[in-house]
């Protein structure tokens, strides 16, 4: 079962942060990283994680993480980012900012959920939730968050190119 819970969390990650359009492509990728499945296998795997396919801004059509996979959710369980450790950048973030209690983040069109899935992994109290679409992520903030806080954090995720809207 551990090898499964692993594998599923691998699939997780690999949809999340490329574009993957073919099953064929990600066994190739779980390959890399250590998982030899087979097209069944996979089939069951991308089911078990709701992972759907959507059309990029390229007309090609992409894999990504279902909203509400038990898996998704055990994966932000377990992976928090603390002191020293690094977040992820997201290279595909096109501009964010902040309105109210949210901050809101456009990114290329099929690149938000990778997006949305790595905030709620921080699992910071300043942070409530997010809410993903193709291209724009809406990350709700926890009630009296510090804004300052909150650009920080943000600006730790973000590419450095979007970090002039956040104020």
Known sequence: MKNRNTRLAEIIDVISHQVISSQEELSKQLAIR????????????LKNIKATKIATDKGVYRYIVGEGSAMQRGARRGRQYGAGTPHPQHSSVVSASITGNLVVVKTRNGYASGLAYD??????????????????????????APRADVI??????????THHNLK
């Open 152 to 161: 920080e954090l943000f600006r730790s995720i973000l590419p450095p190119h």
């Open 34 to 45: 250590g998982h030899i499945v087979t097209q069944a296998t996979l089939s069951r795997d």
């Open 119 to 144: 905030i709620d992994t921080i699992d910071s109290p300043l942070i409530a939730g997010t809410i993903s679409g193709a291209d724009t992520v809406f990350a709700a903030l926890a009630e009296g």
